[in-house]
């Protein structure tokens, strides 16, 4: 059965840095390895992030980060595509949204499913942390996906880290579709 929970401890942690490493830096190198010498891909902002996984059992199969915005301090996406915030928006940022390629996750159905789960938990962090809108950097392959939830492109693609071509994308969550995220009913 499928487990979906915010990682508390440092070993589930590592886990997810150590599988985010394979599969960012080893496998499609998006993030250059100079950067990350422990074969952890964590970064300053994971320190304050929520790191969310999905479990079959003990396995994990899917993964995302959610960086609530700090103060006066920018978003890596707001850094990289010179986005200004705007006033009375509280935004957060999704990063590393990965679901592994699994016994447990073979079909395009159980894939969606661990997707709808980890959203299912972000759900509870917007409604916790007060947020209106979730931001994040799309490459062209998974743009289609991120839209269908309903994100929307909000800048032109640029070289992320030097690596790869990202564009930024924006929701609001207040005007989701129901079956992602409803928060309207807590408000």
Not at 50 to 72: A, N, P, R, S
Not at 85 to 112: Q, W, Y
Not at 154 to 182: A, T
């Amino acid at each position: 059965m499928l487990e979906v929970k915010i990682l508390e401890t440092e070993e589930e942690k590592n886990e997810l840095y150590s599988m985010r490493y394979k599969i960012f830096v080893d496998q499609e190198k998006s993030v250059p390895a100079e950067n990350y010498k422990d074969g952890l891909l964590k970064d300053q902002s994971d320190e304050h992030a929520y790191q969310i996984g999905c479990y079959e059992g003990h396995l994990l199969v899917g993964f995302m980060t959610l960086i609530v915005k700090q103060e006066d301090e920018l978003l890596e996406v707001e850094k990289t595509h010179n986005l200004a915030p705007k006033e009375g928006e509280n935004c957060a940022e999704v990063m590393r949204l990965v679901v592994l390629d699994t016994p447990f996750t073979s079909t395009i159905s159980m894939k969606g499913k661990v997707m709808n789960l980890l959203f299912d938990k972000v759900k509870d962090i917007i409604i916790s942390e007060k947020i209106t809108h979730l931001l994040l950097q799309s490459r062209e392959k998974s743009k289609k996906i991120y839209e269908k939830i309903g994100f929307s492109q909000i800048g032109d693609f640029k070289l992320y880290r030097g690596k790869s071509y990202q564009c930024p994308m924006k929701l609001d969550v207040m005007k989701v579709s129901e079956k992602v995220v409803n928060v309207s009913e807590y408000i």
